[in-house]
C-alpha cells in the first residue's frame, strides 16, 4: 500500500456520460498530480495541484477538470466521455527528499472504460 | 519527438543481468528516475540519479548516466522472476520544470 487511496478502482461507462475519479494523497504530502496511461500516448501528465492551488497544466483536454479540497483530496472531473478517454487515470502524491528530488507516489490507479 | 524514450521490450533468462535504456531531449535535466510498475499496481519509484552523478548504485541495481549522450540505463544484476514488470524512466525536463516526465515504459520480462 503506497498511501495514495484512488476510487473507484474500475469504472465502466458510455460515451457522452461525465464520471468522477477521487484521490487521497499520502498523509502529509501537499501535491497531488493526475496523469493518464494509455497505450497509445504512455505515461502523460494531465494536472498538478499544491495545497488547494493548481500550479501546473500539462495535457489536460477541456473536458476534463480538477481540484484539490481543503482536507487536500482532489477529484478528476471527465465530462462528454469519448472511446479515446479509455484508459488509466493515476493520481500520485509527493515529497520533496532532501536533494530537491520530486519524487511521485503513485496510486494504483483508476482504470477507466468508455463504451 | 518524445522527450524521454525506451525500447518497448527486453527479455532475459534468470540469474543474467538486465540493462534497460533510456534516452532524453532536455540537457537541462536535473534529476533522472526509474520506476517499475507491477501488474494491477502503480508506478513505485526504484532510484532516481542527480545530472552531476555519473553512477549510483543500491543493492542490484546500479544507474548509469551519460549526460554527454543523454543516456540513462538501469542494470539489474542477477534478475528474478519477481523483476518482471514495466520499467520507466523520467526526468524533469523542460528547464527547471519539475513535473516528471515518463518514457513509454520497458517489459522486462524474466523467464526460467
Known amino acids: 500500500d503506497s498511501g495514495v487511496t484512488q476510487t473507484p478502482k474500475h469504472l465502466i461507462t458510455a460515451t457522452g456520460q461525465r464520471v468522477t475519479l477521487r484521490c487521497s494523497p499520502r498523509s502529509g504530502d501537499l501535491s497531488v498530480y493526475w496523469y493518464q496511461q494509455s497505450l497509445d500516448q504512455g505515461l502523460q501528465f494531465l494536472i498538478h495541484?499544491?495545497?488547494?492551488?493548481?500550479?501546473a497544466k500539462g495535457n489536460i483536454l477541456e473536458r476534463f477538470s480538477a481540484q484539490q479540497f481543503p482536507d487536500l483530496h482532489s477529484e478528476l472531473n471527465l465530462s462528454s466521455l469519448e472511446l479515446g478517454d479509455s484508459a488509466l487515470y493515476f493520481c500520485?502524491?509527493?515529497?520533496?527528499?532532501?536533494?530537491?528530488?520530486?519524487?511521485?507516489?503513485f496510486g494504483a490507479g483508476s482504470r477507466l472504460t468508455v463504451l | 519527438g518524445e522527450d524521454v524514450e525506451q525500447s518497448l521490450f527486453l527479455s532475459v533468462r534468470e540469474g543474467d543481468s538486465s540493462v534497460i535504456n533510456c534516452t532524453y531531449t532536455d540537457s537541462s535535466s536535473t534529476y533522472l528516475y526509474w520506476y517499475k510498475q507491477e501488474p494491477g499496481a502503480g508506478l513505485q519509484l526504484l532510484t532516481y540519479i542527480f545530472s552531476n552523478m555519473d553512477m549510483k548504485q543500491d543493492q542490484r541495481l546500479t544507474v548509469l548516466l551519460n549526460k554527454k549522450d543523454k543516456h540513462l540505463s538501469l542494470r539489474i544484476a542477477d534478475t528474478q522472476t519477481g523483476d518482471s514488470a514495466i520499467y520507466f524512466c523520467?526526468?524533469?525536463?523542460?528547464?527547471?520544470?519539475?513535473?516528471?516526465?515518463f518514457g513509454r515504459g520497458t517489459s522486462l520480462i524474466v523467464h526460467p
Open positions: 523520467a526526468g524533469t525536463l523542460s528547464g527547471g520544470s519539475y513535473i516528471p516526465t
Open positions: 495541484y499544491y495545497n488547494g492551488e493548481e500550479r
Open positions: 500520485a502524491s509527493s515529497v520533496v527528499h532532501g536533494a530537491g528530488a520530486n519524487v511521485l507516489t
